[in-house]
């Protein structure tokens, strides 16, 4: 995968975990539900910032 491709994906994520926040700040969702898809969608930010990393690193050498 290769850079261009992992920051499209991680600013996708980061406009969703927006989205929800908006929900749970605003209209007061704070539901089992949404905090499992924001801690999933944090979870998936994480695994991409490794992965850009990774990558970084590989194209480096």
């Not at 969703?16 to 539901?31: A, F, H, N, P």
């Not at 695994?47 to 850009?52: I, M």
């Given at each position: 995968?290769?850079?261009?491709?992992?920051?499209?994906i991680?600013?996708?994520m980061?406009k969703?975990?927006?989205?929800?926040?908006?929900?749970?700040?605003?209209?007061?969702?704070?539901?089992?539900?949404?905090?499992?898809?924001?801690?999933?969608?944090?979870?998936?930010?994480?695994?991409?910032?490794?992965?850009?990393?990774?990558?970084?690193?590989?194209?480096?050498?």
């Amino acid at each position: 995968m290769n850079q261009e491709k992992i920051r499209e994906i991680k600013e996708k994520m980061e406009k969703e975990r927006e989205k929800l926040y908006l929900l749970v700040r605003e209209y007061g969702l704070d539901s089992p539900q949404v905090l499992e898809q924001s801690r999933l969608i944090d979870g998936l930010l994480l695994a991409l910032f490794a992965l850009e990393k990774q990558t970084d690193t590989q194209e480096n050498f």
